[in-house]
């Protein structure tokens, strides 16, 4: 039987501190779930920065004398953070996490969009792939690293800036993704990896997904409801024609921070210029400026949304009507 370091006992029973987060939901008592226990050697495997790559070699090759002049760290045998004296046995790394956070990456990957697939059928493939940006980037794996306090058990050298590694979001984010792998690898069946990865990963991930899903769905709901094409031109007409002055402000894309897609939210800002003052009636006068905003996963349709509801407030519910623009506005006393 392998000695064990029961991370999911000495850290689950610590008081978490959740990080600063914009996106918070509501998280439930039991937050975060524990952690999966690992074996002493997946464990050190896990921990050990790849930075000590090459300080194993030296160490491995060395004296006594070498060993003492790099002050090798020493790990407990017990469990994670256990520092009892009568407990302590020299750690001589032969490994670092490099590898098993590129298969923990992958791993992650898989198992979340799985779970996103069983949780929300009726979401399409870009909705699915915001989600999953959202669960996997840097920032959300570094945040649960650090909620897990995984920056206290990093193995480095010693003479390695200690407090910059140990909060680096990349390196929280990897030592969480190797996390992940040392879960799978565990458990000797590929099967059976993957079922413990989810059992984990399932309810550290619910509370954020269900949050980021209810916004999605209530986007992709007006994108629905919304006509697809008509509305700027419309706008267009009503602007040129009877002195309205629109702004826009844009903002989504692909996110460069953490390579992820964000909708494309335009926001449409409609005012009278002086020309219209004098001839505007106070009813129609007091509609403006209208400020209204859309969101979809492409930028055009955004601008279609935003045009569409402002044109919706000053009475136009859908620009297929065989009504003209001259017609409305005659009607709502904005044409000469």
Not at 92 to 120: C, H, Q, T
Not at 154 to 168: A, G, K, N, T, Y
Not at 201 to 219: G, H, K
Request: glycine share 6%; charged share 20%; net charge neutral.
């Amino acid at each position: 039987t392998n000695d064990t370091n029961d991370t999911s006992t000495s850290t689950h029973d610590q008081t978490f501190e959740s990080p600063i987060d914009i996106d918070t939901p509501i998280l439930p008592e039991n937050y975060p779930p524990p952690l999966p226990p690992l074996c002493r050697d997946l464990y050190n495997l896990t921990f050990t920065h790849r930075t000590c790559a090459d300080f194993v070699v030296n160490f491995n090759a060395g004296t006594d004398n070498l060993r003492k002049s790099y002050g090798m760290h020493t790990i407990t045998n017990g469990v994670m953070g256990d520092s009892r004296q009568g407990n302590v046995a020299s750690f001589v790394p032969v490994y670092d996490n490099e590898v098993s956070e590129f298969v923990g990456d992958s791993i992650i990957g898989m198992v979340v969009a799985l779970l996103l697939r069983k949780w929300y059928p009726h979401l399409r493939p870009d909705g699915l792939t915001e989600i999953r940006s959202k669960l996997v980037n840097r920032g959300r794996l570094s945040s649960w690293a650090k909620l897990y306090n995984f920056d206290q058990h990093l193995i480095l050298p010693p003479q390695m800036p200690q407090l910059p590694v140990r909060l680096s979001p990349m390196v929280l984010c990897d030592t969480f993704e190797a996390y992940v792998a040392s879960v799978f690898d565990q458990q000797g069946d590929e099967s059976a990896g993957l079922i413990a990865v989810k059992q984990w990963i399932e309810p550290l991930c619910r509370p954020y997904a269900d949050m980021y899903s209810a916004a999605i769905t209530n986007r992709e709901k007006e994108v629905r409801e919304a006509p697809r094409m008509g509305s700027m031109g419309y706008l267009n007409q009503m602007m040129e024609k009877h002195h309205v002055v629109a702004a826009w402000t844009e903002s989504g894309g692909v996110n460069d921070l953490n390579n992820s897609h964000n909708y494309w939210s335009a926001s449409l800002n409609l005012t009278l210029d002086e020309r219209a003052h004098n001839s505007t009636p106070l009813a129609v006068k007091s509609k403006f400026p209208l400020t209204t905003t859309g969101k979809a996963s492409k930028k055009k349709v955004a601008k279609e949304m935003a045009a569409y509801k402002a044109l919706k407030t000053l009475g136009l519910n859908y620009c297929g009507d065989n009504l003209s623009f001259q017609r409305y506005l005659k009607h709502t006393h904005l044409a000469k």
